[in-house]
């Protein structure tokens, strides 16, 4: 059988930053993101009895570095499903891949949804959630709808996403803007093991539970003013860890920086507008509805900008009907 499942990238406004649990992705702290409706990865999966191996196609490549990861996946989709059978596996982003733009969490949620739908399996949201965050942590974000949070579980059956909110509660919009096309030198998953050596990790575990509630807070209110203040500071706490780890990690590149500080300025000229920053230089913009277009403007006069995506919070992973072979 051969399915076909989209599945959006996510940003995170409270992060998922280090794990209790490296084998099974168990995140150190809860954490909270919105599905981005301009970033897809579509996946078409098939299992089939004549092949020897899997065969796995990500954005036209086929020997891609993330070939092993994917494959990981499928032994975890075949030991549920009972079969043997080696899969064909093409894959499409439709944006850059490895800049921070968390591929790995459309990724790895389009896989586990068409995956175990075409191994025969019909598995719950909870169950496809748990299923991705063993892929990789993000991607259990991105099964449920709209903002979702991922449950600060102690097993892997209890460390799984919910939807807080569908798509059209808010209109929240994230503004990105692309200041590199550039691979980013330090891979997600590699950063995560450094948490611990940086000074302020404990301080972060310790208001961690605090941050999520008031998170919650200001999204049941929305106020966005309240919400964007504690989500920029988040994201500065998070590169604090980064840069202050051994060996430190320094993402930013001068366009990002350039749009922080302008970020600032922009709000005392009245913009109500504030950044989130993943591992990448990319910046996220992160504003209600009416302050898309006067953000755009303002983004195109910056010169290391190469390219802006706009996104609404969007559905979780789905499957569709259109196949990519
Ligand atoms: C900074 O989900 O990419 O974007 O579980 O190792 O695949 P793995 O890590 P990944 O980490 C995302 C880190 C982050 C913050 C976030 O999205 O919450």
Redesign the pocket.
Known sequence: MKKTAVAPS???FI???G?KDEVL?LPENG?I?MNLSGLETTTTVEFITSYKEDSIEINGIVESNEKNRAIDHLDRVRAIARIQDKAKVVTKNNFPTGT?L?S??SG?AALTVAASKAAGLTLSEKELSILARQ?????C?SIPSGITEWLDGETSDTSFAVSLYPPEYWDLCDVVAIVSVGRKDI???S??KLTATSPFFEMRRFHMKEKISLCKTFLADKNFPAFGELIEAEALE?HAIMLTSTPSLIYWTPGTLRIMKLCKVWRNEGIPVYFTI??GQDIHLICEKPTVELLKKKLAEIEEVKNIIVNTSAPGAHLIDHHLF
């Open positions: 996510n940003i995170a992060k998922y930053w794990k992705r954490n993101s921070g968390s790995s969490a790895f892929g990789s942590g993000s991607a974000r891979s997600s998953t950063g995560h998070l993943n591992t």
